[in-house]
């Protein structure tokens, strides 16, 4: 750590003056230097004359100040190195999943993969459950002429008992043209999928 490099004073006229001055130097040499305080991404920082205050708490792209709701609770389950999941509560378009408690339990020493399933009709959403993965790849999600009936989001991480969210606060779906395809030469034929907004969606 750097210090301040003071003066020292020599006074021949008055040399316990000048040792007590050189005294004091020497105690402010040992002051760290001031070093500025910078709030990372989505941390809030409350700074005034007297106090720094740091909140944790994810601050969202624009620094909305509003709270995670998703949260992913381990707890000891009744087999030994395994961990129960439970998770709070969270709403897709307004709809609670139908398990936030009935998931299968997960190792503490190995990486497991927490998805939310949603299945879909014309009318909407019609299902949300949770599952417990091994593996999991994210590919594109879509379909012809109308969006997939089932798809999965990528909810968290558990890596050896400690979450890593994807998810943070409710979030909305709704019907999105994924790209259009002319090359069949019989018109063009457009491929949907479910677009996720309304959401702030953080990887720690």
Known sequence: MSKIRGPRFSIPAMPEIASAI?????????????????????ILMHEDESSISIE?????????????????????????????????????NGLLPENLKDI????????????????????GI????????EEFEIKPQYAESK????FAIFAAVIDNNVVRPALCTPI????AV???DASSGSGSKSYYYWKISSAEIFLT
């Open 104 to 123: 299968d339990p997960v190792s503490k020493t190995e990486i497991s993969y927490l998805i939310l399933n949603v299945t879909t009709n014309s009318d």
């Open 172 to 175: 909305s779906i709704e019907p």
């Open 56 to 92: 944790g708490s994810p601050a969202g792209e624009q620094g909305s100040s509003t709270p995670c709701t998703f949260n992913v609770i381990l707890e000891q389950a009744e087999e030994e190195g395994m961990s129960t999941v439970e998770v709070s509560p969270f709403t897709v």
């Open 22 to 42: 050189n005294e004091v130097v020497e105690w402010v040499e040992q002051l760290p230097k001031p070093k500025k305080i910078n709030a990372g991404p989505n």
């Open 178 to 180: 994924a790209y259009s």
């Open 126 to 133: 019609v299902g949300l459950k949770y599952e417990i993965l």
């Open 147 to 150: 969006p997939p009936t089932e």
